[in-house]
């Protein structure tokens, strides 16, 4: 089955710098690879999302970048408000669509430091 | 718009006893998924729920079974409760299995 790595584990960085999280899968097939927030006592949030038909997607702070060579996606946030503190997840898909069920990694802590 | 509702929030079950968790999902979505996430993990699939049948199963054993209704709510039991099942159960629902799943707050099932 599907195996999603995602690096770093923790990530600190000051507000207003710009954050990268990276996840990498392991099954050629996923084609859709989904960013979850995920803030304390909440359920995850989609933030963004992008399908193998496409290298890169924007929206306002938010972008993520899709190797399929590589098998590798990121999530890029740039001007890094207080706000964005959260655990990130990435996860993938092999269906098109999600209707398989999603894979996930570990997460990622994102600290913005005043 | 009401989003994914979930009941209840929390839940103390004693290893042993049996469980039932409830999902509404979000107006205009017919797809339900349940998650499992364990402290300090990602959201690990139990299965999913279309057009009232099951559709996909993750790697999870037969004590975990669920049902969904015509209005497309959706219930997770979980049998013969284990220590290790003590988690916060997620579900997630989606228009007719396209993915851009929206999850709902979970319920925090601590096992003792």
């Known amino acids: 089955g599907e195996n999603v790595e995602q690096h770093p584990s923790t990530l600190s960085v000051q507000e207003g710098d710009s954050a990268v999280i990276k996840c990498t899968y392991s099954?050629?097939?996923?084609?859709?690879f989904p960013w979850y927030k995920q803030e304390l006592g909440k359920g995850p949030q989609l933030i963004i999302d992008i399908r193998s038909n496409v290298g890169e997607k924007k929206d306002q702070r938010i972008a993520v970048t899709l190797n399929k060579t590589a098998k590798h996606f990121s999530l890029h946030i740039t001007e890094t408000q207080p706000e964005d503190s959260a655990v990130y997840f990435c996860a993938a898909s092999d269906s098109g669509g999600g209707a398989d069920g999603l894979t996930f990694g570990k997460g990622t802590h994102l600290i913005i430091q005043p | 718009d009401a989003g994914v509702t979930q009941s209840p929030t929390h839940l103390i079950k004693t290893r042993g006893q049996q469980v039932t968790l409830r999902c509404s999902p979000k107006s205009g979505h017919d797809t339900v998924s349940w998650y499992q996430q364990a402290l300090g993990q990602g959201p690990q699939f139990i299965f999913q729920y279309y057009e009232e049948e099951e559709r996909q199963r993750g790697n999870f054993p037969d004590r975990f079974s669920g049902h969904q209704f015509p209005n497309y709510s959706s219930e997770l039991n979980v049998n013969a409760l284990l220590l290790g099942d003590s988690a916060l159960y997620l579900c997630a629902s989606s228009p007719s299995r396209t993915g851009g799943d929206d999850f709902g707050q979970g319920t925090r099932l601590t096992v003792v």
């Open positions: 099954d050629s097939a996923s084609n859709y």
